[in-house]
């Protein structure tokens, strides 16, 4: 039991620094993380430290970049990669509420609805979570990302595998 639930952890944390990588990516580490006065190194370095597993250092420099005056879209995308940041830090709490922000900002940003199931799920949210996981894949219906949150979902719902004496 005691693997399996390492094993589980180990698949989260991996799983997560491949979201940041696809989101982060496209979003806060491009030349569109922009300010009134030039590119938010902060929000682009803090994306660079999640992708890297800097979950610590990803987290404190996303939100020193969410500090600074950034585009609607910019904020909405390092509120998003903020929740994956806490959510593999397994502060589940923060993390749905920086998802929350994120989806105020960018109600059709389907990595926020993504990265809030998994912090959901990581929480115990099972439900909630499959609403997410619902207006994600609405969203972005081919989402391999959203595909694989709906395997975790279901495997989250099997019952554990009965351990039999030999």
Do not use: H
Request: glycine share 8%; with cysteine; net charge negative.
């Amino acid at each position: 039991m005691r693997q399996t639930v390492k094993l589980s952890a180990m698949l989260m944390r991996g799983y997560l620094v491949c979201l940041l990588a696809f989101s982060t990516a496209a979003y806060a580490a491009g030349p569109d993380s922009t300010t009134v006065i030039g590119v938010n190194e902060d929000l682009a370095d803090g994306a660079r430290a999640l992708q890297m597993g800097d979950f610590e250092a990803g987290i404190r420099l996303t939100i020193a970049g969410l500090k600074v005056e950034t585009s609607p879209r910019d904020r909405a995308s390092g509120l998003s990669n903020l929740c994956a940041g806490y959510t593999a830090a397994k502060q589940y709490a923060e993390a749905i509420d920086s998802c929350n922000q994120s989806l105020r900002i960018d109600a059709e940003n389907w990595q926020a609805y993504n990265n809030r199931a998994l912090a959901y799920l990581g929480n115990g949210e099972i439900e909630a979570a499959k609403r997410d996981l619902a207006e994600g894949l609405r969203l972005n219906p081919d989402s391999s990302k959203l595909l694989q949150v709906a395997e975790r979902i279901e495997a989250r719902q099997r019952p554990p595998p009965l351990a039999i004496d030999e």
